[in-house]
């Protein structure tokens, strides 16, 4: 069997204008491929999401690698911004351009040919799945969370998950992630009685009362880190009356908050502190205050041991550098994979994902395919 380029696997999926939710026909061409390679393949669709789980091997293998990622991409911008087009996967001088080239096409790309060139020429003994969403940069309700339910409904499951996010700053091979800080928002509304500025006793300001609340927040230290967590960070990302009037106070005011939080803490007990400071500011000034607050996913860690040892050593083999294990930046979808089994991430150089011009060196696509593929074969060794 020929070798899968997963250069031009990536140029294709790129020509998917597969702007989250929409499919794009992203999904369809990986389906046919993994077909056509022997996975058997599945359509997981949900809430107007489209999912597709496969596997080569036997439901139920003693042995199971899986792989996730996901072919949706966060929104073009400006299209005339844009030196080639943003679907064009256009190669120039060694670099192809494109929106996804990054985030994740050229990862999906390099594990699905790793994962097909593998399958064609040693079998397993066992199974390799691959979990691939459209839904990831949307609101991730019907992406990897319905796969992983439908994997338990028909007793799917992976033992180890590699997601195949793009985790090095600046240099390819140079940091894996093996876990992620929790991401938590707070919105925030302060109630008061609208009046003239010039008789502020007929009123009830409700702005002091927020902006104590939002000193108490942010001034707070939550922690200084753990062994593996950067100390958690709460941040004040919006601040609004709606108020145009300089002689009117306000009748409401809104605020807020965004938290990433390390393993001292969860969502629960967060938010209970969130309640508890603005109970405390609302007795003060007595004026209501309300809060809604959304868990965007919870901290968590999957300890260095086997699978960090197995992705440091082929990425080290393919590119002489070991990896640093971190668990900074964002969320993934590794936050709902932790829940199934152990999961690690390594993918490409991240520097120009969601900008206008998003790019990749296709060599790190031809690198990226070789570290998965060595990653497979070690681990069925």
Same mark, same amino acid.
């Given at each position: 069997m020929t070798p899968i380029d997963p250069v031009q696997l990536t140029a294709e999926l790129i020509q998917c204008p597969s702007v989250t939710p929409i499919e794009g026909g992203a999904l369809v061409l990986l389906e046919n491929a993994l077909n056509a390679a022997g996975f058997e393949c599945t359509r997981v669709d949900q809430g107007g999401v489209c999912n597709l789980f496969a596997r080569f091997g036997d439901k139920g293998a003693a042995k199971t690698f899986g792989f996730n990622g996901h072919t949706d991409v966060v929104p073009i911008g400006d299209e005339a911004a844009w030196t080639h087009g943003p679907f064009s996967a256009k190669v120039v001088d060694g670099i192809m351009y494109g929106r996804g080239t990054t985030d994740m096409k050229s990862g999906v790309a390099a594990f699905a040919a790793a994962a097909m060139d593998f399958v064609a020429a040693t079998p397993p003994d066992g199974a390799v799945i691959l979990a691939v969403t459209g839904d990831e940069e949307g609101d991730a309700i019907d992406g990897t969370t319905a796969l992983l @339910?439908?994997?338990?409904?028909?007793?799917?499951?992976?033992?180890?998950?590699?997601?195949? @996010?793009?985790?090095?700053?600046?240099?390819m091979g140079e940091m894996m992630k093996i876990g992620r800080r929790g991401s938590m928002t707070a919105w925030i509304e302060v109630t008061g009685k609208q009046g003239h500025s010039a008789y502020p006793h007929r009123a009830k300001n409700p702005l002091p009362a927020l902006v104590r609340l939002m000193d108490r927040l942010a001034s707070h230290e939550l922690d200084q880190g753990t062994n593996h967590f950067d100390a958690s960070t709460l941040a004040v990302v919006t601040i609004d009356t709606g108020n145009p009037a300089t002689n009117v106070i306000p009748a409401s005011c809104r605020a807020a908050v965004n938290i990433r939080f390390n393993d001292l803490h969860s969502g629960a007990s967060l938010s209970d502190w969130l309640r508890a400071e603005a109970d405390k500011v609302a007795d003060e000034f007595g004026t209501p205050i309300e809060m809604k607050i959304k868990i965007s996913g919870e901290s968590f860690l999957t300890p260095p041991g086997a699978l960090s040892d197995l992705i440091a050593k082929s990425v080290e083999a393919e590119t002489g550098i070991k990896p640093e294990l971190s668990t900074s930046g964002g969320t993934s979808d590794a936050r709902f994979v932790k829940d199934h089994c152990p999961v690690v991430e390594f993918g490409l150089v991240g520097k120009t994902m969601h900008q206008v011009d998003e790019n990749v060196p296709v060599e790190q696509i031809n690198q990226l395919k070789s570290i998965y593929g060595r990653i497979l074969k070690d681990y069925f060794a």
């Open positions: @339910e439908y994997m338990a409904r028909e007793g799917e499951k992976m033992d180890v998950c590699l997601v195949g @996010e793009p985790t090095c700053p600046n240099m």
